[in-house]
């Protein structure tokens, strides 16, 4: 078995990690004085969201150099340091990168901007014509408005037009370019050369489009299709998601072209370097990103938006396990990233979200497969409440408030004591989000002292999931509101989404509880509480 093929991974956000230089932002001196943390919580890998220069105009996924390092997170010599001090903590890297499209402020668009239509500096981005004052298509931006924006000539009169799938500050890159392509394989090799174990690929779907730019049938639906939708299983939740399959700028064929030239890129480094795709797709599209000549691993999304309720649970795992079985990948499992409302308000916030979000972890450390851990989860942190006048996500701002954005889900960490800051950083001047009143018994400090804290909770389940071993089987519980699984050597795992305690001897006259969610449970004839999961053997 390859490293990644069932690694924890730790998902840093390093602006709200920790600040390891005393300017109120986290950064990358920040991760590596926390690397002892990590270790005590035994992840094997981390995934560092960008640290690249760029103005923070979508929180760094709006790349102005993809191959250096924002003065505001370090330098070039902190990442190499941080690389080497994590490899001799036995942690692998995993870093970030943006190939969809750059910041307005790549040199590449500045100069594509100072240069006429049709020049071979427009053609790395999607520059259009179009008649009148429309743009070119009805093609919608994922965080709201048009996906174009019109230039403005030197001469004060409306030019062309550019594509952005995102914030219009993120010009789509024009993947049939030579230059493009080349200029991703020179920082595929930078970061390797520096010793990266591998990449997280942002938008892995999205980087071809379709060049004749037609009008998409729905592009409302297709935007909505991708994230947060619920998949309850209905024909209307498959046919969204359709929607997104071969559309005009996700998931089109062109793409494996480009992941095969990656491939053999890694393949010629030692070490097992490896890739994961963030790509939303349809199951059977799949296979089209995750193969021997494609990209390595695809994030399995579900549990982000898994109803509280044993038999949707039980379709999410039996969806994922089938999702990757075909392409011979093993799954991987996530409850929460920096692009999703954190699992413990999204499962009904409070003691009852908290609850919940602790049995949805306990339940998937128990599968087989990779899984992602975004920071502050295992804190069992909640979304913050931010005032309106906080927020900076683009997708606020775009969709005029009507959506709140992500914000609330990458505030700074809490680290030690009662109140803001909680020792993310010495400095005085307020975080770049507000921190709220009330997490002095989420912080590290305080969880590190409760043994039936959540952070305790996850250093049991991380160390633990590595003995598992075997196929996932589904037992018949006798009650629709509890969902049971097997593995091999008699473990099992099960959770009480339902209102009334389970009593597990009745269905198991001879078991043993190893773990359970709320820290609780332990040895034998338990009584398995509503909104808890619990690991047994029999
Ligand atoms: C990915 C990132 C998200 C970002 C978007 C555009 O989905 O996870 O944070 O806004 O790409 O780069």
């Known amino acids: 078995m390859l490293w990644w093929h069932n690694a924890a991974v730790y998902q840093v956000y390093p602006r709200s990690f920790f600040d390891g230089n005393a300017d109120s932002l986290g950064d990358l001196s920040g991760v590596q004085k926390k690397l002892p943390y990590l270790s005590s919580l035994g992840v094997d890998a981390l995934w560092l969201s960008p640290f690249y220069p760029s103005p923070q105009l979508d929180s760094g996924y709006d790349v102005a150099n993809p191959r250096d390092v924002d003065p505001m997170y370090g330098t070039l010599s902190d990442i190499r340091e941080l690389i080497g001090q994590a490899h001799r903590q036995g942690l692998r890297i995993i870093v970030d990168i943006v190939p969809n499209h750059f910041s307005r402020e790549h040199p590449w668009f500045q ?4 240069s006429p239509p049709g020049s071979r500096e427009r053609a790395r981005f999607h520059f259009l014509d179009s008649e009148g004052d429309s743009p070119p298509n009805n093609w919608v931006s994922m965080f709201g408005g048009p996906a174009w924006t019109r230039t403005i000539n030197p001469d004060g009169s409306p030019g062309q037009w550019y594509l952005h799938v995102f914030d219009s500050s993120q010009p789509d890159l024009n993947w049939t ?3 493009v392509a080349s200029d991703w394989l020179t920082t595929l090799k930078f970061w390797l050369d520096m010793g990266v174990d591998g990449f997280r690929v942002d938008v892995a779907h999205g980087l071809a489009k379709d060049m004749t730019y037609a009008d998409l049938p729905d592009p409302v639906g297709l935007t909505e299709a991708l994230r947060f939708d619920l998949d309850d299983g209905s024909p209307q939740a498959a046919q969204r998601r359709e929607l997104i399959a071969n559309s005009g700028f996700f998931d089109r064929d062109e793409l494996q072209e480009v992941y095969a030239s990656w491939r053999s890129v890694l393949d010629s480094y030692p070490g097992d370097r490896m890739t994961v795709a963030e790509a939303w797709v349809p199951p059977h599209r799949i296979g089209r990103y995750v193969s021997p000549s494609s990209l390595h691993q695809i994030f399995g999304f579900d549990f982000l938006v898994v109803a509280w309720n044993a038999v949707a649970m039980q379709r999410t795992i039996t969806q994922g396990l089938d999702a990757v079985a075909h392409v011979g990948a093993p799954p991987t499992w996530a409850l929460s990233n920096h692009d999703s409302p954190r699992v413990a308000s999204r499962l009904g916030g409070g003691a009852l979200g908290l609850n919940r979000a602790r049995a949805l972890a306990t339940v998937a450390h128990a599968l087989p497969g990779g899984i992602y ?6 804190l069992g942190l909640s979304d913050a409440e931010l005032p309106d006048s906080a927020r900076q996500d683009p997708v606020f701002s775009r969709t005029k408030g009507q959506q709140k954005g992500r914000d609330g889900a990458r505030v700074p960490l809490p680290w030690a004591g009662n109140m803001p800051p909680y020792a993310f950083t010495d400095s005085e001047k307020p975080t770049w989000l507000p921190q709220p009143i009330g997490w002095g018994t989420f912080t590290v400090e305080a969880e590190d002292a409760d043994p039936t804290s959540t952070l305790n909770l996850y250093r049991t389940l991380v160390r633990d999931r590595k003995q598992l071993s075997g196929a996932v089987t589904f037992i ?14 008699g473990f099992h795992c099960m959770v009480n989404a339902g209102m009334h305690p ?18 609780q449970l332990g040895g034998k ?3 398995v509480p509503p909104n808890c999961a619990v690991w047994f053997v029999t």
Do not use: T
Request: aromatic share 8%; charged share 30%.
């Open 111 to 114: 100069e594509a901007l100072l």
């Open 177 to 179: 370019h030579p230059d």
């Open 373 to 378: 851990i975004y920071q502050g989860e295992e």
């Open 476 to 489: 018949e519980s006798g009650d629709s509101n509890v969902m049971i699984f097997a593995r091999d050597k």
């Open 502 to 519: 389970y009593q597990l001897s009745d269905k198991f006259p001879i078991c043993e509880v190893l773990v359970s969610s709320d820290m």
């Open 525 to 527: 004839n338990e009584s």
